[in-house]
């Protein structure tokens, strides 16, 4: 009987994969080698009872008709030794704790990148950029978004507001640029930055703010902005100097919040004058012309992938033809010069039989077009050259501001040889940019005097230059008169008992570097300089005093004493 039983026993099989309780006590009886899911078998009573496809019923039976409890005899009847058993950890690491020195420095370079970037809160969520950091740390998990958005980039950035706080500190004067702009949310926001240099003679160069202004942008309000950022970064002892570019409510703003010398943009100032003349008759109908043909082939595949075509025919090179932006500076100087450079492969094109039943509205230009629109070319050309130094220039100095206005005043003279249309565009610019700057016109003179490049001031009169220079003199006198106490200092002081910490700060005061600028043989400068290490007596000079502007220079090292 016991061998029928254990038979029959062998013949009841528990499904596999199953890992709920119930089937230590109930299986399957298995037919002919298959498997008969319809009735569960209770394995020590060989009773039937039907299987719906859940064990809910089966461990209610066994509750109900035999008092047990199959959830609570899950544990194995064996003990195995705590010595034997592996540790979960060992196969799966634990995580860092959130305080460590390792997690905090990677939140912190997680923050620092996000900031740097410019990148999404959000980006802590993408897949790619996880499996990264666990590749590198695998023990580290990653805060959520809010904890960023709210805890780490508030509290970098508060660090690093206190850093530039104690950096301006140091600051003899400092200058602000601001601009409104709108994004693509048609949400408009204003900007503030600050530029110093610091006790190394480096251009620093800070974004304060960018702000919401839901307001009505007046300059009253943009004033308003304007003083409460200097309130808010402790730089209202620094007489700050303002740049903006030439709208109205700039200057106004300007005003409000008191910030002089305030500066106009210079490459907004020559994209204003070349707007203006571009708009003289002639000129825009010559534009709307080109821009016409530009739009036709940015628009169809067809005419590209054939310019294309002709472009090679003909040995050209392969460029794109571009579309002019009003307010992208030398936009229309740049879509006439690669519609000169591709003419022929465009008037090929638009004659090929491919174009003609979707090329009906747009006609080749006329040799008088063309003609014209090689003189605007000519004319443009230094005005782009004009806007590319400019923009080169990694510390584009108000010195060059002057220089620059007089070579461009000089090109827009009239002459014999120019048509009606570049004589009367000549005249609108000249009339437009000679407005400009009127009211800091001895700011940019004495700055360019000051600047090595122009310090003999070619572009001015001989007049001009001597107004300039007796500025300057009068100037150095005045410093001369409140730092009298330091050059004595300088003078009288035994070279053993300067340290060179005092010699440094000493060479920093205006009066020395303004002398230095206008008597390079000045004995007392001379003799701190042959105290100096010979690494330091190569010193840039940007000093801007109360009554001009000034900029860097790159002096001379005095002669050795």
């Given at each position: 009987?016991?061998?029928?039983?254990?038979?029959?026993?062998?013949?009841?099989?528990?499904?596999?994969?199953?890992?709920?309780?119930?089937?230590?006590?109930?299986?399957?009886?298995?037919?002919?080698?298959?498997?008969?899911?319809?009735?569960?078998?209770?394995?020590?009573?060989?009773?039937?009872?039907?299987?719906?496809?859940?064990?809910?019923?089966?461990?209610?039976?066994?509750?109900?008709?035999?008092?047990?409890?199959?959830?609570?005899?899950?544990?194995?009847?064996?003990?195995?030794?705590?010595?034997?058993?592996?540790?979960?950890?060992?196969?799966?690491?634990?995580?860092?704790?959130?305080?460590?020195?390792?997690?905090?420095?990677?939140?912190?370079?997680?923050?620092?990148?996000?900031?740097?970037?410019?990148?999404?809160?959000?980006?802590?969520?993408?897949?790619?950029?996880?499996?990264?950091?666990?590749?590198?740390?695998?023990?580290?998990?990653?805060?959520?978004?809010?904890?960023?958005?709210?805890?780490?980039?508030?509290?970098?950035?508060?660090?690093?507001?206190?850093?530039?706080?104690?950096?301006?500190?140091?600051?003899?004067?400092?200058?602000?640029?601001?601009?409104?702009?709108?994004?693509?949310?048609?949400?408009?926001?204003?900007?503030?930055?600050?530029?110093?240099?610091?006790?190394?003679?480096?251009?620093?160069?800070?974004?304060?703010?960018?702000?919401?202004?839901?307001?009505?942008?007046?300059?009253?309000?943009?004033?308003?902005?304007?003083?409460?950022?200097?309130?808010?970064?402790?730089?209202?002892?620094?007489?700050?100097?303002?740049?903006?570019?030439?709208?109205?409510?700039?200057?106004?703003?300007?005003?409000?919040?008191?910030?002089?010398?305030?500066?106009?943009?210079?490459?907004?100032?020559?994209?204003?004058?070349?707007?203006?003349?571009?708009?003289?008759?002639?000129?825009?109908?010559?534009?709307?012309?080109?821009?016409?043909?530009?739009?036709?082939?940015?628009?169809?595949?067809?005419?590209?992938?054939?310019?294309?075509?002709?472009?090679?025919?003909?040995?050209?090179?392969?460029?794109k033809l571009k579309q002019d932006v009003i307010t992208r500076w030398n936009g229309s100087f740049e879509m006439l010069e690669?519609?000169l450079e591709q003419q022929a492969a465009v008037c090929a094109s638009l004659l090929d039989r491919k174009l003609r039943k979707?090329?009906?509205?747009?006609?080749?230009?006329?040799?008088?077009?063309i003609s014209t629109a090689e003189d605007l070319v000519k004319l443009l050309g230094p005005v782009k050259s004009a806007t590319?130094?400019?923009?080169?220039?990694?510390?584009?100095?108000?010195?060059?501001?002057?220089?620059?206005?007089?070579?461009?005043?000089?090109?827009?003279?009239?002459?014999?040889?120019?048509?009606?249309?570049?004589?009367?565009?000549?005249?609108?610019?000249?009339?437009?940019?000679?407005?400009?700057?009127?009211?800091?016109?001895?700011?940019?003179?004495?700055?360019?005097?000051?600047?090595?490049?122009?310090?003999?001031?070619?572009?001015?009169?001989?007049?001009?230059?001597?107004?300039?220079?007796?500025?300057?003199?009068?100037?150095?006198?005045?410093?001369?008169?409140?730092?009298?106490?330091?050059?004595?200092?300088?003078?009288?002081?035994?070279?053993?008992?300067?340290?060179?910490?005092?010699?440094?700060?000493?060479?920093?005061?205006?009066?020395?570097?303004?002398?230095?600028?206008?008597?390079?043989?000045?004995?007392?400068?001379?003799?701190?300089?042959?105290?100096?290490?010979?690494?330091?007596?190569?010193?840039?000079?940007?000093?801007?005093?109360?009554?001009?502007?000034?900029?860097?220079?790159?002096?001379?090292?005095?002669?050795?004493?």
């Amino acid at each position: 009987m016991a061998s029928s039983t254990e038979k029959d026993n062998d013949e009841i099989r528990s499904p596999l994969g199953n890992k709920s309780a119930v089937w230590k006590y109930f299986g399957f009886r298995r037919k002919d080698g298959s498997t008969d899911k319809t009735h569960a078998i209770r394995k020590q009573y060989q009773c039937e009872l039907k299987y719906s496809g859940n064990t809910t019923s089966l461990a209610a039976h066994l509750k109900n008709k035999h008092g047990t409890d199959p959830h609570a005899h899950t544990s194995s009847s064996v003990t195995v030794p705590e010595a034997c058993t592996p540790a979960l950890t060992s196969f799966f690491p634990q995580k860092l704790n959130n305080n460590s020195k390792r997690v905090t420095s990677i939140t912190g370079a997680i923050s620092y990148f996000i900031c740097k970037d410019m990148r999404p809160y959000s980006v802590v969520e993408n897949d790619s950029f996880r499996k990264l950091l666990h590749t590198l740390e695998p023990k580290y998990a990653i805060p959520s978004r809010q904890h960023f958005s709210e805890t780490c980039i508030p509290r970098l950035y508060t660090q690093v507001k206190d850093e530039v706080k104690r950096e301006f500190l140091h600051a003899d004067r400092v200058a602000i640029t601001t601009d409104e702009w709108t994004s693509c949310t048609t949400q408009a926001y204003v900007t503030v930055t600050c530029h110093h240099i610091d006790n190394d003679w480096q251009m620093k160069n800070y974004v304060l703010q960018t702000q919401i202004l839901n307001d009505a942008h007046t300059g009253v309000n943009l004033g308003t902005v304007l003083k409460e950022a200097c309130e808010e970064w402790n730089i209202n002892d620094k007489n700050p100097a303002l740049v903006t570019d030439h709208a109205s409510n700039m200057s106004v703003a300007g005003v409000e919040a008191s910030l002089s010398p305030h500066i106009k943009c210079f490459r907004h100032t020559i994209n204003l004058a070349t707007q203006k003349g571009l708009k003289c008759a002639g000129a825009a109908h010559l534009l709307g012309r080109v821009r016409r043909v530009v739009s036709f082939f940015h628009r169809s595949t067809v005419a590209t992938s054939l310019l294309k075509e002709k472009q090679k025919l003909l040995g050209l090179p392969e460029h794109k033809l571009k579309q002019d932006v009003i307010t992208r500076w030398n936009g229309s100087f740049e879509m006439l010069e690669r519609f000169l450079e591709q003419q022929a492969a465009v008037c090929a094109s638009l004659l090929d039989r491919k174009l003609r039943k979707g090329a009906n509205d747009v006609q080749t230009l006329s040799e008088g077009d063309i003609s014209t629109a090689e003189d605007l070319v000519k004319l443009l050309g230094p005005v782009k050259s004009a806007t590319t130094i400019m923009c080169e220039e990694q510390q584009p100095k108000v010195s060059m501001i002057a220089p620059l206005k007089a070579k461009l005043l000089e090109h827009y003279s009239i002459s014999e040889e120019d048509s009606t249309l570049v004589t009367e565009m000549k005249q609108t610019m000249t009339k437009e940019l000679q407005q400009r700057y009127v009211d800091v016109q001895q700011v940019l003179l004495r700055a360019s005097a000051l600047d090595t490049r122009f310090k003999k001031l070619p572009f001015l009169s001989e007049k001009e230059r001597d107004a300039t220079f007796q500025c300057l003199t009068q100037e150095a006198a005045e410093l001369w008169d409140q730092k009298n106490d330091t050059v004595a200092q300088v003078e009288n002081a035994p070279p053993h008992l300067m340290t060179q910490h005092h010699l440094t700060h000493l060479v920093n005061q205006p009066l020395i570097n303004l002398t230095w600028c206008l008597l390079p043989r000045f004995k007392p400068l001379n003799r701190i300089m042959s105290l100096l290490p010979r690494g330091q007596r190569h010193l840039r000079i940007s000093l801007v005093t109360p009554s001009s502007l000034w900029t860097l220079a790159r002096l001379p090292r005095p002669p050795e004493s």
